[in-house]
């Protein structure tokens, strides 16, 4: 079955507005890596975290591997936030892998 | 910035044909990955490598090759290309494994469309 469970699916956010992404394993990882997707299909990254908080802007993922979950917050949406993010999870044990989840679609309305 | 290029951009393809989908990287990265994206589906591995000269399977290789001529290149071979292996693939360079910051950066990706 799938390693990386990401909700929502899809999310609605009005300019201004602010939300949480979820990823949660059902093994356990050693690192978690965010990605926006954009229109054109590029995968730019956003955070690499072995564990704790990282912050970048409007951007703020956290990781923690002991409870199985990693969360992207986006706060002050902006229209330029649109896109799929995908969460990618480094399994601690096994051959070299990164498991993705199936994205959350994020549209924002202005 | 990490630079990891892929050609073509896109291709069509007759099924039983073959193809091949190439990458490039300038980071000197020892890692490299073939995922391939379908709709409703994250990214799934298919092909990695660590070292010029060596291959390993991911998570899906049935029906793919590789190969790493170069610590450089990497290229993603489909010797009987059929309709299933319509996707978008990407290509990724990463610095190693199990180090502090394994950070995954992609190429542009490949629309591969098999008729």
């Known amino acids: 079955g799938d390693q990386v469970e990401q909700s929502p699916s899809a999310l609605s956010l009005h300019e201004g507005t602010g939300s949480a992404l979820r990823c949660n394993f059902t093994?356990?990882?050693?690192?978690v890596q965010w990605f926006q997707q954009n229109s054109r299909g590029s995968l730019i990254n956003l955070f690499y975290l072995a564990s704790g908080t990282k912050e970048n802007g409007r951007l703020k993922s956290t990781f923690n591997s002991k409870e199985s979950y990693s969360t992207l917050h986006i706060r002050d949406a902006q229209l330029e936030d649109s896109g799929t993010y995908f969460c990618?999870?480094?399994?601690?044990?096994?051959?070299?892998?990164?498991?993705f989840g199936k994205g959350t679609s994020l549209t924002v309305i202005p | 910035e990490a630079a990891v290029t892929q050609s073509p951009r896109s291709k069509v393809a007759v099924t039983g044909g073959k193809v091949t989908l190439s990458c490039h990287q300038t980071n000197n990265h020892d890692y490299m990955y073939w995922y391939r994206q379908d709709t409703g589906h994250g990214l799934r591995l298919i092909h990695y490598?660590?070292?010029?000269?060596?291959?390993e399977k991911g998570d899906i290789p049935d029906g793919y090759k590789a190969s790493r001529p170069s610590q450089e290149n990497f290229s993603l071979i489909l010797e009987l290309a059929s309709l299933s292996q319509t996707a978008v693939y990407f290509c990724?360079?990463?610095?190693?494994?199990?180090?502090?910051?394994?950070?995954?950066?992609f190429g542009a990706g490949t629309r591969l469309s098999v008729l």
């Open positions: 990724a360079s990463s610095v190693n494994w199990g180090g502090s910051q394994n950070t995954l950066y």
């Open positions: 093994t356990t990882m050693r690192a």
């Open positions: 990618a999870a480094e399994r601690a044990t096994g051959y070299q892998n990164f498991y």
């Open positions: 490598s660590y070292v010029a000269d060596s291959t």
